[in-house]
């Protein structure tokens, strides 16, 4: 029988399951596998969806599960699509009628399925949003699109909003992704759209797909102007190419070559742009101010106060496509949730294990789910943002896998490079402490003071000017040229996860009129490879390079050779920085799981 959850439609015989592995057929029905499971439920600000335009700073309850039914190449949900197990231990089972009394005592708007697509859990999702309905809540997802008729009709009159995420626009990207064409995720969005569901767009910026991201902006203006427009500036993950990788200010060109073609337009994955600002289409005032919030979020910052009364311009009175009016506060998600830094938070503890030489899914599995059965996601965000507690949560995760003394090996690697660094400290003297800045993407995207990478300056001997603001963002907010130039850094690091270029960086410092003695000196660093100041025990080898960097004259450190041994003692690889791509747990663009027939439980 066809499967017609999905348009990929795959053939399922009887007791037997379609390629995303959540379905079977049970005497003649397409039955899911695994209902009514949960790997996380909790509050989130709309804008961590992302959804921009639907009730900005509301409150709702998230929903996610496993699975996908599309297996697009570095996906940003890879530990949860395609790694974590569809029968985890971590899996919460909720009846629809739990989930809408969950969204009602946490005060939520509506019910928000993310992270991984509603196709592969199509019943699960449908019962919900029928509940929730009848109890006056909106529902809506973010979505791959790929709604076959039969499931489009059943979910359409329970949808509010929806954000779909279109992986190009031409058959070859959807055949990347295991999908045969696009064609149903270009007549779903019309049908969406007609039927009066709030649609957002969402699409990855590369450095190749200018053009078709100009002919999605033409297409979806002849649907509707109005409609907006994510730009996902790509972040090359697992095994997707670092070479696609296009700059913050190559993605801001595209985004105002896009803002001709349609009225809302975004620009995601660029901490310190304006790019994801909403202006008055007609006279230009600012309305939304957003900063980035971690992958593929943002986070509301500030709104004319008349914008929690009409979806009105308080300048010019033009009529702005937004649903719904605007919340007074926007809610603050607690530690990993909102979105994908749920993901990044499975992707630190794989990284730690990866280390270890771990090749084994299920080794992860099982440290993935004392976390958080346990519920000590707070305890972890805590923990991996500081030194010693760092290695304390490595070896705790090395003894919950079993391998205990692979952890103890790098551990005490860590700890003896930590060594050195202490000694070049306090040889440079008390006295010679430099004013130290960490910028992510952007100059003015200040990185939030109790980070790990203003830790690393720190232990190397630096002063994290950082630390001397109040920043409440996520990992840190955009501060103006004024404050910036307050703090009048001595020497400026930029994030090796959200990075920029020197020569980009220095140029934009330009443009915003910073003038700190870091740019006079030249004092302006990025890492040598991603994953080098966060999310990775690779982050020793950033400390190494700080160390160096803030003490020339000491540089008592071999950065190259350093990595090498790194990367042949715990990943028994070769080094190889153009190999290398910004995710924290796999260490090269070439690294695999081991394949064995019995390591995946239920996943495809
Ligand atoms: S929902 Fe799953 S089983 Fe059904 S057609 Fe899509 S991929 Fe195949």
């Known amino acids: 029988m066809q499967c017609d959850i999905c348009a990929i439609g795959c053939e399922v015989f009887e007791g037997g399951q379609g390629i995303c592995g959540k379905y079977t057929l049970q005497a003649g029905h397409m039955v899911e596998i695994y209902p009514d499971r949960y790997l996380m439920i909790c509050p989130i600000s709309i804008e961590t969806m992302p959804m921009l335009h639907f009730y900005p700073g509301g409150r709702f309850l998230q929903i996610s599960t496993t699975g996908c039914n599309l297996d697009c190449p570095g996906c940003v949900s890879t530990v949860l699509v395609k790694e974590m197990s569809h029968n985890s231990a971590a899996m919460q ?68 909003f929806i954000n779909i995420g279109l992986k190009g626009f031409d058959d070859a990207s ?43 902006a033409h297409y979806l203006a002849d649907i509707s102007g109005d409609l907006p427009l994510l730009i996902m500036r790509y972040i090359p993950l697992e095994q997707a190419s670092p070479d696609l990788e296009i700059s913050i200010r190559e993605s801001e ?37 957003r900063d980035f919030y971690g992958p593929m979020g943002a986070k509301l910052r500030t709104r004319p106060d008349e914008l929690l009364e009409s979806n009105v311009c308080p300048v010019c009175s033009c009529s702005i496509n937004f649903r719904g009016t605007s919340r007074r506060e926007a809610y603050q998600e ?21 280390a270890m030489g771990m090749h084994d899914r299920r080794q992860v ?32 995760c090395g003894e919950i896998a079993g391998c205990q003394e692979q952890a103890r090996e790098l551990a005490n690697y860590i700890r003896s490079r930590m060594e050195i660094v202490k000694e070049v400290k306090n040889e440079s003297g008390f006295g010679s402490r430099p004013r130290v800045y960490y910028a992510m993407g952007k100059p003015l995207f200040c990185i939030k003071g109790e980070r790990m990478e203003n830790q690393l300056v720190e232990a190397a001997g630096g002063h994290s000017v950082n630390r001397e603001l ?5 990992p840190g907010a955009r501060i103006s040229a004024e404050q910036l130039m307050a703090l009048n850094p001595e020497v400026i690091f930029i994030s090796a996860f959200i990075s920029s270029s020197v020569d980009n960086f220095i140029t934009a ?17 990025c890492h040598p490879a991603a994953g080098w100041d966060f999310g990775s025990p690779r982050w020793i080898l950033g400390l190494m390079h700080i160390s ?3 003490f020339p004259n000491s540089n008592r450190f071999d950065i190259m050779a350093e990595a090498k041994e790194f990367y042949h003692r715990f990943y028994d690889l070769e080094f190889d920085p153009v190999s290398i791509n910004r995710s924290f747990g796999k260490p090269h663009i070439q690294w695999q799981w081991q394949q064995s027939a019995d390591l995946i439980t239920g996943n495809k």
């Not at 007609?194 to 450095?207: A, L, N, P, Q, T």
């Not at 599995?365 to 805590?382: F, G, K, M």
């Open 548 to 550: 160096n960097m803030l």
């Open 470 to 474: 109040e920043i409440d963002g996520r």
């Open 253 to 289: 060109e595209v985004q105002k070559e896009i803002q001709g073609i349609l009225k809302y337009v975004y620009l995601f994955n660029s901490p310190g742009c304006d790019g994801l600002n909403s202006l008055c289409p007609s006279c230009k005032t600012m309305l939304y101010q």
């Open 509 to 525: 410092c330009r443009e915003d009129d910073i003038d700190v003695e870091a740019l006079r000196t030249g004092r302006i660093y």
């Open 334 to 354: 607690k530690a990993f949730q909102g979105g994908y830094p749920f993901t990044r938070a499975l992707e630190m503890l794989e990284a730690m294990l990866l």
């Open 174 to 216: 959807y055949r990347r992704c295991g999908a045969p064409l696009i064609q149903p995720v270009l007549e779903n969005l019309r049908k969406l759209h007609e039927r009066g569901v709030h649609i957002e767009v969402s699409c990855m910026s590369d450095k190749n797909n200018k053009q078709a991201l100009l002919n999605l």
């Open 365 to 396: 599995s099982v440290v993935w789910e004392d976390i958080l059965v346990n519920q000590r996601l707070e305890e972890l965000h805590h923990d991996i943002q500081r030194l010693p507690s760092y290695l304390d949560t490595l070896l705790h």
């Open 93 to 160: 089972h909720m009846s629809p009628e739990q989930i809408v009394a969950e969204a009602v005592a946490n005060n939520c708007l509506g019910i928000a399925f993310l992270m991984n697509d509603p196709l592969a859990s199509f019943h699960t999702f449908l019962r919900v949003a029928k509940c929730a309905r009848e109890h006056h809540l909106l529902v809506g997802c973010s979505s791959n699109g790929y709604f076959s008729e039969a499931s489009l009709e059943q979910i359409v009159p329970y949808l509010d």
